[in-house]
């Protein structure tokens, strides 16, 4: 089983978690693109759910496939947000960002009863810190914050565009990705990140989750919290 269809089994497997009369809260990046395309294709047969959407991205892919995509103001609370994850550790600790929507995630996240994760078994790791944690920072805070990561111990690097253009994120925000290493505290990291003037939200999504999809060669799994 290729990667691509890894991600493909699983969105479809969490679409089947969604039920009629849901609001659901649409995820960002490429396996949240495939459970999109599933609850895209079950409300085309007559599925009504409501939804909020964690990026731009995903609200205009939700519309094409006649999905309701609303925003939280008329949507507060959600009772299921179903995303991907950078990687997964025990406890279903996660790191999340890599599409630079990490902000809204978690947002939508957090306006959900029930969180669930949706990913291959390649984001499986024993300790977070193998994918470089993103943190979103405000534009004119960038000096000092680079500056006070470097300071504890992780390396800031900005993300720019394939084009070599500064990446900018849907809240008109700067991205530094940090070479970690392995992340052995993360609520102390998370901690740290969060002290500094100037960041937004990292990528650590700590006690969010309750529930991961995994897909593998054998189908797909459930690991709970």
């Known amino acids: 089983m290729t990667q691509d269809e890894a991600k493909q089994l699983v969105g479809q497997r969490a679409a089947e978690f969604v039920e009629d009369g849901m609001a659901v809260g ?40 006649g999905i309701d995509v609303t925003t939280l103001d008329q949507l507060p609370e959600l009772d299921l947000y179903i995303d ?20 809204r995630e978690k947002i939508v996240a957090s306006a959900a009863k029930k969180f669930i994760v949706v990913a291959d078994d390649t984001k499986i790791v024993p300790h977070l810190g193998r994918f470089p944690l993103p943190i979103e920072v405000i534009k004119m805070a960038m000096p000092l914050v680079k500056r006070k990561l470097v300071e504890i111990g992780l390396d800031p690097v900005q993300r720019l565009n394939k084009d070599g253009s500064i990446r900018i994120t849907d809240e008109g925000n700067f991205i530094l990705d940090c070479a970690c290493g392995q992340i052995l505290d993360p609520e102390e990291t998370a901690a740290q990140i969060r002290s500094i003037v100037g960041v937004v939200e990292h990528g650590l999504f700590l006690k969010m989750a309750s529930l991961a999809l995994i897909a593998g060669e054998d189908g797909v799994r459930e690991i709970k919290s």
């Open 26 to 65: 649409l995820g960002t990046g490429t396996t949240s693109v495939q459970f999109i395309h599933a609850l895209g294709a079950r409300v085309q047969a007559g599925l009504k759910v409501r939804c909020v959407a964690s990026s731009e991205s995903s609200q205009q892919l939700g519309w094409s496939l």
């Open 84 to 103: 991907g994850a950078d990687e997964i550790a025990p406890g279903l600790a996660l790191i999340k960002g890599g599409g630079g929507a990490l902000l």
